[in-house]
């Protein structure tokens, strides 16, 4: 019955994006080619609206999903609601932030979904965060938010990053008998799937159908921090806090990377330009899809790596601290990739 769902899943957030397509063209919901944007067509961004379709709907066929996550549902609409009107009229970032940041709260005073210990990150002693538990809360999840959005600058490279942190979640859900929370993974798996088909460049179509949008990059980038944090809390987690970092390492890596290096050249942290990771790789002549391949195996790897320590008890201190060396051997060479391509 599950392998229906899933199916159905597909087949309504395809269906849902067609049917969209040309309400978007309509209505001018589209991403215009020019300025840094190389893409040469008007596209729809409608990804965001068709995968919540898919969800939503199979959700709600399935009584107990709708029930424990009616809460992410309704927020995460309202996520794609702003992430809707940024795309429309071009909020500023301070607005943006500002709505992300208030669905982040009411995601932990409304609806109890807190941050509350980030397990032993430095000592054998599990960090509970007390006070600072909601404030924390909220930073992560703006984090989160933006590291998916920040991503999402070529064709199918912020979806396959969700799809890749969602799969490690749901094998752990399943691992540790959360099959609710493993089984809401996969129905959000077939509907991202949905729509990178539609996405994905092709040696037969050079070009994407539809975009996420802002809508649709916020809105998934919420409904993971969710996901990771309730995962990673309460009496019996399904992992502990510190592999969520190993599960989405690579736009974290680049997001963070950029939240230091902006403003120390002068820059908003949040504005456009070509400094990331993906539009280094693209300067030093490889494909938009083989970047993609690289960024998304190297996304694999990482999260294989956590997947690994968990599985044999490394420490989470220990698993913290290869993480930070190797981001900090990302953080003092990245640029290097874009100074050697033009040299």
Request: with cysteine.
């Amino acid at each position: 019955m599950i392998f229906l769902y899933l199916l159905s899943a597909f087949a309504i957030t395809g269906a849902s994006l067609f049917a969209l397509k040309p309400i978007a063209v309509k209505i001018g919901l589209v991403d215009i080619p020019g300025g840094r944007k190389t893409h040469l067509n008007a596209t729809p961004l409608v990804g965001g609206m068709g995968i919540f379709i898919g969800i939503i709907c199979i959700s709600f066929l399935m009584p107990g999903i709708a029930v424990e996550f009616s809460s992410l549902l309704s927020l995460s609409a309202l996520i794609l609601f702003i992430g809707t009107v940024d795309d429309a009229k071009e909020l500023t970032p301070f607005t943006r932030m500002l709505g992300h940041g208030l669905v982040a709260l009411a995601m932990a005073v409304v609806a109890g979904v807190e941050l509350g210990s980030i397990g032993a990150l430095f000592t054998a002693t599990e960090i509970d965060l007390g006070v600072l538990t909601i404030p924390i809360t909220v930073f992560a999840t703006v984090g989160v938010i933006n590291a998916i959005n920040m991503s999402d600058g070529i064709d199918g490279l912020s979806g396959g990053f969700v799809v890749i942190t969602l799969s490690y979640i749901s094998i752990l859900s399943f691992s540790n008998g959360q099959a609710m929370t493993g089984s809401f993974c996969l129905i959000m798996i077939c509907s991202i799937t949905a729509f990178l088909s539609l996405n994905f460049r092709r040696p037969w179509h050079k070009k994407a159908l539809v975009y996420l949008g802002d809508a649709g990059s916020t809105m998934l980038g919420f409904i993971l921090a969710w996901l990771l944090i309730t995962s990673t809390q309460g009496m019996i987690p399904a992992f502990p806090p510190v592999y969520a970092l190993w599960f989405l390492a690579v736009p974290l890596f680049d997001t963070v990377n950029l939240l230091i290096k902006r403003p120390l050249r002068g820059q908003s942290p949040f504005s456009p330009g070509h400094d990331h990771l993906h539009h280094m790789l693209l300067s030093r002549g490889y494909s938009v899809e083989r970047v993609v391949l690289i960024l998304l195996c190297t996304a694999i790897v990482f999260g294989g790596i956590g997947l690994f320590g968990l599985s044999i008890g490394a420490k989470e201190s220990t698993m913290f601290q290869i993480f930070i060396i190797l981001f900090s051997f990302y953080f003092f060479f990245a640029d290097r990739i874009k100074k050697h391509s033009t040299a």
